[in-house]
């Protein structure tokens, strides 16, 4: 399986950005890196994601490394409701199924 | 509307029933996940159905068995229930299961075994 490794957890002062890394030294060449998140006691929700080059959508940015072994979702102004755990993905083979590590709980101080 | 939904939303029981976990999917889309999220949070994924035929069987005890009588349902049945599967259980889909498609999950159904 696709392996990423994340921070355990981050905190962020409100309105501010925030980068959180990824590393995934074991991408493929035809890897997807995914980001989704989990609010507390909710389901995973969908962020953004991206094969090589940079992307950018309504609720953040996705920087991946010219040679795709890291990358790093930006969130441009956290607010409280950004609270949560962030995971790095990467899908691999054709049945789309994600396989989702450790994640980074996000905290947000006001 | 809510574009993926679960029943039920908590489900108590005690070691021995048998359970079933509902899954619909008002989206179009042809395929559905079940996924596990134990007590230390980890999210793994048990089955993959495309257009009601099975893709994806982790590995899963053969107790649980899902059933898919259409492609906008995605129903998870759970026989002789231990302890260990107590767990927040969420479905998911996507348009054709594509590693590049974006998955949308449920709320969770949260099942606690006694």
């Known amino acids: 399986d696709a392996k990423t490794t994340q921070p355990n957890s981050m905190e962020s002062n409100e309105e501010e950005p925030v980068h959180l890394p990824c590393n995934h030294s074991t991408i493929s060449g035809t890897d997807y890196i995914h980001w989704y998140r989990q609010l507390p006691s909710q389901g995973p929700e969908y962020v953004i994601h991206g094969l090589t080059s940079n992307v950018n959508n309504r609720m953040a940015s996705l920087a991946i490394a010219e040679d795709r072994k890291s990358s790093t979702l930006i969130l441009h102004r956290a607010t409280l409701r950004d609270a949560a755990v962030y995971y790095c993905?990467?899908?691999?083979?054709?049945?789309?199924?994600?396989?989702f590590g450790k994640g980074t709980k996000l905290s947000v101080k006001p | 509307d809510t574009a993926v939904s679960q029943t039920p939303k908590y489900l108590v029981t005690q070691m021995g029933n048998d359970k079933s976990i509902k899954c619909e999917q008002n989206?179009?889309?042809?395929?559905m996940y079940w996924y596990k999220q134990d007590s230390k949070k980890f999210l793994k994924i048990m089955f993959s159905y495309n257009n009601k035929e099975l893709i994806i069987n982790e590995t899963v005890p053969n107790r649980f068995s899902p059933k898919s009588p259409d492609k906008a349902h995605l129903n998870l049945h759970i026989n002789s229930l231990e302890l260990g599967d107590s767990a927040v259980y969420f479905c998911?889909?996507?348009?054709?299961?594509?590693?590049?498609?974006?998955?949308?999950f449920g709320p969770g159904t949260r099942l606690l075994v006694l």
């Open positions: 993905i990467l899908s691999r083979g054709s049945q789309g199924n994600l396989i």
């Open positions: 989206l179009g889309h042809d395929t």
């Open positions: 998911a889909s996507s348009s054709r299961g594509l590693r590049q498609e974006t998955q949308y």
